[in-house]
């Protein structure tokens, strides 16, 4: 039934004129009196008309559309930026278009190239270590374009991330000062991603400088076989040496977890810390100590800057940085 009505049928039954019910659409109700507004609003409600973007954007620059790609959507923080983007975007009258990479360059290609197709105005990008082709071809085209919780440091651009260095360093400093001797790090890759860079050296300077060592265990992806983790941990970790296991990757700290429990390792005497995953670890026995990540204030803070740069507010490159907070629990000191 909506397919029968156009913007012209709108703005008669509103009362009104073309140029304003587009305003309307488009967030723009500082253009109009209240009473307007309220009016237009009725009509689209009693004849529940849906605006075509493919309309909308023959006649604007813009067609009001923004492409976020996201290493993985499958994690509680990707989860929460996303809820962040889309309450920014949709209080300025924008959709979303979302694309989940799994951190593949393949994947990242062809949803960049989707997007352009689809002429979004701008991107909310997760990048990886492969990402530098594609940040060329987004500036040729003029997108505007802003990543988020990694940054690709020899390029100047708009970013927006959380303190993931400061962080791991300082949570790591106090569990030295709560009488933990022995230190390990179970990661993924830290080179695909400068947020495990980040994370990964936050870790071993805060040991360095306290003249501390660490074994360390690189696992693959979230496939990891526990058996594996159980026998790093099983050989390197006498229970009664007071001992910090640190996984900075969220997938893999529950695998971590599992694993020390099949060991019944001895928490808080055997330590465990990780990054986020708050749906589970305040709820676990015992429960885990994590740094948590303000996700979906990052998400909010990404899409208002982008959205200021798309409509000329702000031209020039823009950064930010947003403080973490650590969940301390059951599973440390």
């Given at each position: 039934?909506?397919?029968?009505?156009?913007?012209?049928?709108?703005?008669?039954?509103?009362?009104?004129?073309?140029?304003?019910?587009?305003?309307?659409?488009?967030?723009?109700?500082?253009?109009?009196?209240?009473?307007?507004?309220?009016?237009?609003?009725?009509?689209?409600?009693?004849?529940?008309?849906?605006?075509?973007?493919?309309?909308?954007?023959?006649?604007?620059?813009?067609?009001?559309?923004?492409?976020?790609?996201?290493?993985?959507?499958?994690?509680?923080?990707?989860n929460q930026i996303v809820?962040?983007?889309?309450?920014?975007?949709?209080?300025?009258?924008?959709?979303?278009?979302?694309?989940?990479?799994?951190?593949?360059?393949?994947?990242?290609?062809?949803?960049?190239?989707?997007?352009?197709?689809?002429?979004?105005?701008?991107?909310?990008?997760?990048?990886?270590?492969?990402?530098?082709?594609?940040?060329?071809?987004?500036?040729?085209?003029?997108?505007?374009?802003?990543?988020?919780?990694?940054?690709?440091?020899?390029?100047?651009?708009?970013?927006?991330?959380?303190?993931?260095?400061?962080?791991?360093?300082?949570?790591?400093?106090?569990?030295?000062?709560?009488?933990?001797?022995?230190?390990?790090?179970?990661?993924?890759?830290?080179?695909?991603?400068s947020t495990r860079i980040?994370?990964?050296?936050?870790?071993?300077?805060?040991?360095?400088?306290?003249?501390?060592?660490?074994?360390?265990?690189?696992?693959?992806?979230?496939?990891?076989?526990?058996?594996?983790?159980?026998?790093?941990?099983?050989?390197?970790?006498?229970?009664?040496?007071?001992?910090?296991?640190?996984?900075?990757?969220?997938?893999?700290?529950?695998?971590?977890?599992?694993?020390?429990?099949?060991?019944?390792?001895?928490?808080?005497?055997?330590?465990?810390?990780?990054?986020?995953?708050?749906?589970?670890?305040?709820?676990?026995?015992?429960?885990?100590?994590?740094?948590?990540?303000?996700?979906?204030?990052?998400?909010?803070?990404?899409?208002?800057?982008?959205?200021?740069?798309?409509?000329?507010?702000?031209?020039?490159?823009?950064?930010?940085?947003?403080?973490?907070?650590?969940?301390?629990?059951?599973?440390?000191?």
């Amino acid at each position: 039934m909506s397919g029968k009505f156009t913007i012209k049928d709108i703005a008669e039954l509103a009362q009104t004129s073309k140029t304003t019910v587009s305003f309307y659409l488009n967030g723009k109700y500082e253009k109009m009196s209240k009473e307007t507004r309220e009016r237009i609003e009725r009509v689209i409600r009693e004849t529940d008309y849906k605006p075509s973007l493919v309309a909308r954007s023959l006649n604007s620059k813009n067609t009001k559309l923004i492409g976020v790609l996201i290493g993985d959507i499958t994690n509680t923080f990707s989860n929460q930026i996303v809820k962040g983007i889309e309450e920014a975007a949709h209080k300025n009258g924008y959709q979303v278009i979302i694309g989940n990479s799994n951190y593949d360059q393949e994947s990242e290609d062809k949803y960049i190239e989707s997007m352009l197709m689809l002429g979004v105005d701008g991107f909310i990008i997760q990048p990886t270590s492969h990402f530098r082709k594609y940040s060329r071809i987004i500036e040729e085209k003029k997108k505007q374009m802003i990543f988020f919780d990694s940054q690709l440091y020899e390029h100047r651009t708009s970013w927006i991330k959380t303190n993931n260095y400061d962080a791991v360093y300082d949570a790591t400093q106090l569990c030295i000062e709560k009488g933990y001797q022995k230190f390990i790090l179970i990661t993924a890759d830290i080179s695909r991603l400068s947020t495990r860079i980040e994370r990964a050296t936050g870790f071993i300077d805060a040991l360095s400088d306290c003249k501390k060592d660490y074994l360390d265990l690189t696992i693959a992806d979230e496939h990891t076989d526990v058996e594996e983790i159980k026998q790093f941990l099983a050989k390197e970790i006498q229970p009664q040496e007071k001992t910090l296991v640190f996984v900075p990757n969220c997938w893999a700290l529950p695998l971590v977890f599992n694993a020390m429990k099949e060991l019944n390792f001895p928490f808080p005497q055997v330590g465990l810390l990780g990054f986020d995953n708050t749906e589970w670890t305040n709820f676990s026995s015992p429960t885990v100590s994590t740094i948590v990540q303000p996700a979906f204030e990052e998400g909010l803070q990404a899409t208002k800057m982008l959205i200021d740069q798309i409509e000329g507010r702000h031209q020039e490159e823009r950064q930010q940085v947003l403080d973490c907070t650590v969940h301390w629990k059951e599973s440390t000191f």
